[in-house]
């Protein structure tokens, strides 16, 4: 079994689609299609269903795929170390995030290649229950999430920020300025809101049940940018967390209420996979993340 016949495979998992995945792997279609039939003939399994296109991975192949991820992402990281002991370490560090976590990257970002000049970073948004699958299929070296509501498995955290939510309207409709915005009447207004694929958007539901009220949005996204842009819009409003009010600084058409009353903070941090040996790219978050947390 050849380790490139792996990178293929994992390739066309992801990319489910054998051109698109042949250009990741930087070869022609018939080399991926190639090495697809070889792992295959090794295994003595049929791990991918095709005719002139693909269809989808066999019961086989969903099976193999996450040690083949583990597999890879472990090769990767016992390069890493080796190449650590003698320069310093560089190379291209994936960094995953949910979309509450977007303004935490700066500050990571910044620290971490402030620190490591040779490393370049990679940042994907991703939700909170893939960002855990890409940590235990080794192919994100860490991830900005939640740590208390719904907390990822088997990992290393450190809490690097603290959450509450603002209400956002567009200025011809706010109400007075700096006035809180009573949760009963967020409810009532015409909503713009992440999709309940996202954590936030749980635990923004979970925040209004408990005071006996429901969700309704108009409208539903899966960034806050194309919320934001619905507000600005003038017909919607929305809930975003406290960390996005800095990048509103100075928008004349946002304004920008408090929640009524105290609620309880939620932990934002960052996140590496509890294992041993642990990978250098992992100790440098870790690193990096701990001092930014002191």
């Not at 706010?174 to 915005?181: F, L, N």
């Not at 909503?191 to 006996?212: N, V």
């Not at 600005?232 to 009353?261: C, K, N, V």
Request: charged share 15%; net charge neutral.
């Amino acid at each position: 079994m050849q380790l490139r016949h792996l990178r293929y495979f994992v390739a066309l998992a992801r990319q489910r689609h054998f051109a698109r995945a042949a250009a990741e792997c930087g070869v022609s279609q018939p080399t991926l299609s190639a090495g697809l039939v070889a792992l295959e003939q090794d295994l003595g399994k049929r791990l991918v269903e095709r005719d002139r296109r693909f269809i989808d991975l066999t019961a086989q192949g969903q099976a193999m795929l996450p040690w083949a991820e583990q597999i890879l992402g472990a090769m990767g990281s016992m390069a890493q170390a080796v190449a650590a002991t003698a320069a310093p370490l560089a190379g291209r560090f994936r960094l995953a995030a949910i979309p509450a976590a977007l303004p935490l990257v700066g500050r990571f970002g910044d620290a971490l290649l402030g620190r490591y000049p040779g490393l370049h970073l990679a940042v994907h948004q991703a939700t909170s229950r893939v960002i855990e699958q890409d940590l235990q299929a080794l192919s994100c070296d860490a991830g900005l999430t939640y740590l208390d509501h719904e907390p990822p498995a088997n990992v290393i955290a450190v809490p690097l920020a603290q959450e509450r939510y603002l209400f956002v309207t567009h200025g011809d409709a706010a109400r007075e300025s700096g006035a809180a915005m009573h949760w009963a009447e967020a409810a009532a207004m015409p909503l713009c809101l992440l999709h309940q694929g996202m954590q936030y958007r749980r635990i923004l539901d979970a925040q209004f049940a408990a005071r006996g009220l429901a969700l309704a949005p108009r409208a539903v996204a899966d960034s806050y940018v194309a919320l934001l842009s619905l507000v600005q819009s003038g017909r919607f409003a929305t809930i975003i967390p406290d960390s996005y009010a800095a990048l509103l600084t100075g928008l004349d058409w946002a304004a920008i209420q408090p929640m009524e009353g105290a609620e309880t903070a939620r932990r934002l941090g960052l996140v590496v996979l509890d294992r041993q040996p642990m990978g250098p790219l992992a100790l440098a978050a870790l690193d990096v993340a701990r001092a930014l947390a002191a």
